[in-house]
């Protein structure tokens, strides 16, 4: 039976693997040949994309600028990117409990096997791929890809029927995505003309107007991410030493991308009280989890708390030099902010009616 698990994991390892770097591989072919380059070794592309595979899995990199081979650092990676290694490996899970028969015990070593290979293709990939200009940093590697793994072999309807507090976390987290990818659509339209700007100071020519398209497609999670942290108050950062927030603009230079075009001009006070929202949010998972107990209560609120963190991790980081060194919002102050504002509507839903139970029965005395 193991070595039967073994032979299924190596195969759909391998074929998910395949089903994202092969089409990626020739996207970067495509770029590289497009852009007439005088360098006939496609080595270069062929790295670029693995570079862009292990991207895709938040593997940063460590990167020498040219001309002086300045260090810099690369953490600020698309959100967006991470579907396509997580449905490869949900179609290679599928397939494998197609072929096998997987009870309980054997869904756990299977899952286990499957991600200690894919983390151990992958590390072989960063090495292999690495240069004197551009290095995965290899460490990073076991600590993404096995995750997205796991995550990617989850049974979330499964887990939401046995877990309500679980559901309630990812229903209030779906629903807060939701409105920010709302009012960054808006925010965008609205500023439609500095968009059309932007794309017109690039110009991209028609293969770079499809990658550009799909580069701002994949951080558009970034920006929706960005905009419910402006939304909720802590606000976020294009750059060291700026910050772009309700009660504070403080931002200079922004790189020339169309997803920036809908950045906000100025302070907006206003948009504070958007943290109400949360406030209330609190109130409805109290009154949600508490038919189900006060452990799916916490686990509603840990579970929340705790995506809101990772996605914070996952949506922000650095953009190669140092002045551009933090970009997307702020982990901690979201994570924070987002734990009290729901900690005081919840506190709010149970001390309200306590008080009113109180004083009913002293009255009745």
């Not at 899970?93 to 983390?119: G, P, W």
């Not at 230079?253 to 109400?276: D, F, K, Q, Y």
Request: glycine letters at 8%.
């Amino acid at each position: 039976m193991f070595q039967r698990v073994l032979w299924v994991s190596l195969t759909q390892v391998l074929r998910s693997i395949a089903l994202v770097l092969l089409p990626t591989a020739f996207i970067t072919l495509l770029g590289w040949a497009t852009a007439g380059s005088s360098n006939g070794n496609t080595s270069d592309p062929m790295r670029a994309a693995i570079w862009l595979w292990l991207g895709a899995h938040h593997v940063v990199f460590n990167v020498l600028l040219p001309p002086a081979n300045q260090a810099g650092f690369l953490s600020y990676l698309p959100l967006g990117a991470m579907i396509f290694p997580i449905l490869a490996i949900r179609s290679g899970f599928v397939r494998a409990k197609n072929l096998i028969e997987l009870d309980d015990q054997s869904l756990k070593l299977f899952r286990t096997v499957f991600s200690l290979m894919y983390a151990g293709f992958a590390a072989l990939l960063a090495w292999g791929s690495g240069t004197s200009e551009v290095r995965p940093v290899l460490y990073f590697v076991p600590l993404t890809t096995i995750p997205i793994v796991w995550l990617a072999t989850l049974n979330l309807r499964r887990i939401r029927k046995r877990h309500r507090g679980i559901d309630i976390a990812l229903r209030m987290v779906a629903m807060g995505v939701g409105v920010s990818a709302i009012v960054y659509g808006v925010a965008l339209a609205l500023h439609l003309s500095t968009v059309q700007n932007l794309v017109t100071v690039l110009q991209p020519g028609w293969l770079g107007g499809v990658l550009l398209l799909l580069f701002n497609l994949l951080y558009l999670p970034n920006a929706i991410i960005a905009t419910f942290s402006y939304l909720v108050g802590p606000g976020f950062a294009i750059g060291a030493h700026t910050l772009v927030a309700p009660l504070t603009h403080r931002i200079m230079e922004i790189p020339a991308l169309p997803l920036l075009g809908g950045l906000p001009t100025g302070r907006h006070p206003m948009v504070l009280l958007s943290g109400i929202a949360v406030f209330i949010s609190g109130i409805v998972m109290f009154r949600s989890a508490m038919n189900s107990g006060t452990k799916a209560l916490a686990a509603a609120f840990v579970c929340l708390v705790s995506l809101v963190a990772l996605v914070s991790y996952l949506s922000s980081g650095a953009l190669l030099t140092k002045a551009m060194g933090s970009v997307g919002v702020s982990i901690w102050q979201l994570t924070a902010t987002i734990a009290v504002e729901l900690g005081v509507g919840i506190f709010f839903a149970w001390a309200i009616p306590a008080a009113a139970r109180s004083l009913i029965a002293r009255r009745a005395v």
